[in-house]
């Protein structure tokens, strides 16, 4: 029986060490290449991908919009004039052919795409001075809503002849709202605010508050491609999914177990944003991603500050803004200063990706297998001990009554 468990332990011991010892890579996934939009510090605040991927606007200080290729950053371009405000958030309509563009003092511009104008679309008048901090176009493009300090939330549209109409939430919080996403599919979307928690504005304008009132969220995506599900983050590592009741909305609660503080990380969690495949990337402060996985409900290390400083030192110290893919493990990452950076798969020494790797973990799953049948097989000691240890309930009771027989057997001998 000894001599049996020390083979199996030698046997697993060879055979997982190696595949265990590569997968101890620090980062899943590498940065390569970086594109300086412009050699000052140009207080990037965030980025709104256009429905297609094809471009990407990145918003900012003085009024500042660039236009971007989203699979050849290098192709970018400063576009309108610069004013005085920093603009905070910005959405693409669901059709593509217009942005809009939200800041500080009550300030919206709208970014026509065809001819790359910007035009005021509302200001002091309509929304005081309030800072405004997030925006989002509902699914059908039919209302966007603008979130902004001290709990204020507007559901706003353009009119045929230029202008706008902009209407206040009722039973608004009190705190700012810091991101508003909008669900695939439905007219339903999530609010993100500092000590209020989650909110919910239904298909009829309806804001409705569903729990996590003990964390600070500072952000807030839709992105599931096969669920009504949105995910929230919390500058303490929380992450919360919120599975959206789409036929009434006043069902979709959220509870103490939808919400998960993560162990292993390290860092503050400062933003969220769409990876291809409809899982998300999570930004963290100091410089490093997360990804959640909206299938299975877990989050996987990715980017590591440390690899980030072997990279470079100065872009490790700059704060993510944004990210876009451009395939399940590739994409870019913008920061505050301006530096647009690739990142895709890790490559080992050997020429294998982590995904090679997985896959010859699973492999080597089925290989340990197979070996352990066939040691199992030929030593029927071995066989019944295993069964004892990890069989079922009736395949334990089997093994013992057979050990019985035997110790009867070799007894009467």
Request: net charge negative.
């Amino acid at each position: 029986m000894r001599e049996g468990r020390s083979l199996l332990a030698a046997l697993l011991m060879a055979l997982l060490f190696p595949a265990l010892t590569m997968a101890q890579s620090e980062s899943i996934v590498i940065l390569d290449e970086i594109e300086i939009l412009d050699e000052s510090d140009l207080g990037i605040e965030g980025v709104a991908v256009s429905p297609d991927g094809g471009v990407v606007i990145a918003h900012g200080a003085d009024s500042a919009v660039f236009i971007i290729d989203s699979a050849s950053p290098k192709n970018n371009s400063l576009i309108g004039p610069k004013g005085s405000v920093s603009l905070l958030d910005g959405s693409f309509h669901p059709g593509g052919k217009t942005v809009l563009l939200v800041g500080e003092s009550g300030a919206i511009l709208r970014l026509t795409m065809a001819n790359l104008s910007i035009e005021s679309a509302g200001g002091s008048s309509t929304f005081g001075d309030t800072e405004l901090g997030a925006v989002s176009w509902n699914s059908d493009g039919s209302w966007a809503y603008i979130g902004g300090e001290e709990g204020w939330i507007w559901r706003y549209r353009g009119l045929e002849d230029g202008g706008f109409e902009a209407f206040p939430l009722e039973n608004r919080g009190d705190s700012d709202i810091n991101a508003i996403s909008c669900l695939r599919g439905s007219n339903i979307c999530i609010v993100s605010t500092d000590f209020d928690g989650i909110g919910i504005i239904d298909e009829e304008h309806k804001l409705s508050w569903i729990g996590g009132f003990e964390h600070l969220w500072v952000d807030a995506v839709c992105n599931s491609i096969s669920s009504f599900e949105c995910v929230a983050i919390s500058s303490d590592l929380s992450i919360a999914r919120i599975g959206v009741n789409v036929g009434d909305t006043s069902e979709t609660t959220m509870y103490d177990n939808d919400i998960v503080q993560l162990q292993g990380f390290e860092g503050a969690m400062t933003g969220i944003n769409p990876q291809r495949g409809g899982n998300s990337l999570i930004s963290l402060a100091p410089f490093g991603l997360i990804e959640y996985d909206s299938s299975v409900s877990r989050s996987f290390h990715w980017l590591d500050n440390t690899d980030v400083v072997e990279f470079d030192v100065a872009i490790s110290g700059e704060r993510i803004v944004g990210t876009w893919g451009v395939s399940p493990y590739g994409g870019w990452i913008v920061t505050d200063r301006g530096s647009v950076v690739s990142f895709d798969l890790t490559e080992q020494e050997n020429g294998g990706s982590m995904l090679e790797i997985w896959i010859g973990l699973i492999i080597l799953g089925g290989t340990t297998l197979m070996l352990l049948s066939l040691i199992t097989s030929s030593s029927p000691r071995l066989s019944r001990w295993l069964t004892k240890k990890i069989g079922s309930e009736e395949e334990r009771k089997s093994a013992i009554r057979e050990e019985r027989r035997l110790s009867r057997k070799k007894g009467r001998a």
